[in-house]
């Protein structure tokens, strides 16, 4: 299970674990809203990652789903893997930290983005002298979890990766695989879908308007060389679905290329898609909305 604060880069890390784009990636806080599982199959192993939202303080009825789902992925976890970043002085949420050290699970506590400490860092020298040298990191982590294994790593660049690697088939129990030897993750293709129009909003928009969309695929039709997929954007309030079209509809469109693209990258086919947007007011805190969207 991998598990940390918003924006510590578990997305990132897992698909560099995994070896494919799995997970949305946006420099925004709280993109992740899913479990997603990541199967990684060797010669003599089989590694199933899951990759959670980051942590929070609920503000919605939705982030209380996506909690539930970070509890849910630790009862299920042999290994878990607490993301932290350069940055991060302490982790903050007792009651995370408390389900952690209550599980039989091993420990890893895998610090990211260490590419950020290097001379050629973008980071200005007194900002790095601030964030402190590597082994001042790395020592302050092993303080505050004794007797878990800390690591380094850059999920951006690949540092570290193949030692996470190593360390994680250490600690795991034997067993037989859960999955076929080909299967490379849980979710459905309309999933990805629906997920890669969610980072190209993410992507496209500004404030709150990202974070008031929900993405549904409600069809996905495949040939031998075209894949159509129509998709229903959801916004919590009539204002947003002005915002998302933009001036004689040039914002959506250009963020339907942008998917249409990504989705064409990652399927390997030709996709025609259609998008229509809906307002489903105040959906986070709907109940029937949230479990329509799989959030309960």
């Known amino acids: 299970s991998i598990v940390g604060m918003p924006n510590v880069g578990k997305s990132t890390l897992m698909n560099s674990l995994v070896g494919e784009r799995l997970a949305i990636i946006t420099s925004k806080v709280q993109t992740t809203r899913h479990r997603i599982l990541g199967i990684v199959n060797g010669e003599n192993f ?7 939202p980051g942590v929070v303080v609920p503000q919605y009825k939705l982030h209380e789903g ?18 932290v970043d350069v940055f991060q002085e302490d982790f903050a949420d007792e009651a995370i930290l408390r389900q952690i050290g209550r599980s039989p699970a091993a420990l890893i506590v895998v610090v990211n983005k260490v590419d950020l400490l290097g001379e050629d860092s ?21 303080a505050r979890f004794p007797g878990a294994s800390v690591l380094p790593v850059s999920a951006l660049d690949g540092q570290g990766i193949e030692a996470l690697l190593a360390r994680v088939l250490a600690v795991l129990p034997e067993h037989e695989p859960f999955y076929p030897k080909d299967q490379l993750t849980d979710r459905p293709e309309r999933f990805f879908a629906a997920e890669m129009m969610r980072e190209a909003i993410f992507s496209g928009y500004r404030h709150e308007v990202p974070y008031s969309c929900e993405v549904v695929v409600g069809s996905f039709k495949e040939s031998d060389e075209l894949i159509r997929i129509g998709c229903t954007i959801y916004v ?57 969207f799989g959030y309960y």
């Open 46 to 52: 089989q590694i199933v990652y899951s990759d959670t």
């Open 66 to 83: 996506m909690m539930a789902t970070v509890r849910g992925s630790l009862n299920d976890a042999d290994a878990v893997l607490l993301t």
């Open 122 to 142: 973008p980071l200005s020298e007194p900002r790095r002298r601030e964030v402190g040298s590597l082994d001042e990191i790395l020592d302050r982590w092993l």
């Open 236 to 292: 919590a309030q009539e204002s947003q679905k002005g915002i998302l079209i933009g001036k004689k509809g040039a914002a959506l469109k250009a963020v339907g290329t942008r998917a249409r693209k990504q989705m064409e990258a990652f399927f390997g086919k030709k996709v025609y898609l259609e998008t229509r947007i809906k307002v489903r007011k105040a959906w986070r805190e709907d109940m029937a909305a949230l479990r329509e």
